[in-house]
T-cell receptor, first 115, second 113 residues
Framework: AQKVTQAQTEISVVEKEDVTLDCVYE???????LFWYKQPPSGELVFLIR??????QNEISGRYSWNFQKSTSSFNFTITASQVVDSAVYFC????????????FGKGITLSVRP | GAGVSQTPSNKVTEKGKYVELRCDPI?????LYWYRQSLGQGPEFLIY????????DSGLPNDRFFAVRPEGSVSTLKIQRTERGDSAVYLC???????????FGPGTRLTVL
């Protein structure tokens, strides 16, 4: 079975703090893709990153960084120096090539960044 | 360029009525997906089109739900005999292909009274 677990449900930080959002996945496939999406209060899901299962290099994009570890089936997301505009629900998702490309989402983490 | 668009943004209907939800994907995207998102949950897959054909409709909850994409672009999700449990946000996404990132529309919030 394919499954994504986001154990944290709500996180609240003060602006400029660093925050890490955890994601653990389950799949029997050797080829799969992992994603993070942001859903701000406006409601529209915004694509952040796509990572394939063969690329374990960490990625950094501005204040955002991702740590992919196959050994622990985790794909964690860190926001450095958080800002109020980062307040949103963040979803981790798994796409496995044997399933005709449907995304399996976690339940999401609500991040609140206070001024 | 234009993103994925969905109409209407909000739909209120009565139990037992028929509704149609429309999705306009990003131009050139051959893959189109429908998801449903309930409050406090992640989106759940409904159906995936590759071109005009439904490649995977395993997420449709029952035969009251049906979707079409006759010309390989715009798609319509159709729900017959709506029930209160159908109330949710219906999301459409499109992508260049089955392993590419999916871009989502703003969703249609369906409320069944």
């Amino acid at each position: 079975a394919q499954k994504v677990t986001q154990a944290q449900t709500e996180i609240s930080v003060v602006e400029k703090e660093d925050v890490t959002l955890d994601c653990v996945y389950e799949t029997r496939d050797t080829t799969y893709y992992l994603f993070w999406y942001k859903q701000p209060p406006s409601g529209e899901l915004v694509f952040l990153i796509r990572r394939n299962s063969f690329d374990e290099q960490n990625e950094i994009s501005g204040r955002y960084s991702w740590n992919f570890q196959k050994s622990t089936s985790s794909f964690n997301f860190t926001i450095t120096a958080s800002q109020v505009v980062d307040s949103a629900v963040y979803f981790c998702a798994l796409l496995y090539t044997g399933a005709n490309s449907k995304l399996t989402f976690g339940k999401g983490i609500t991040l609140s960044v206070r001024p | 360029g234009a993103g994925v668009s969905q109409t209407p943004s909000n739909k209120v209907t009565e139990k037992g009525k028929y509704v149609e939800l429309r999705c306009d994907p990003i131009s050139g995207h051959t893959a189109l997906y429908w998801y449903r998102q309930s409050l406090g949950q992640g989106p759940e897959f409904l159906i995936y089109f590759q071109g005009t054909g439904a490649a995977d409709d395993s997420g449709l909850p029952n035969d009251r739900f049906f979707a079409v994409r006759p010309e390989g672009s715009v798609s319509t999700l159709k729900i017959q005999r709506t029930e209160r449990g159908d109330s949710a946000v219906y999301l459409c996404a499109s992508s260049l292909g089955p392993i590419n990132e999916q871009f989502f529309g703003p969703g249609t919030r369906l409320t069944v009274l």
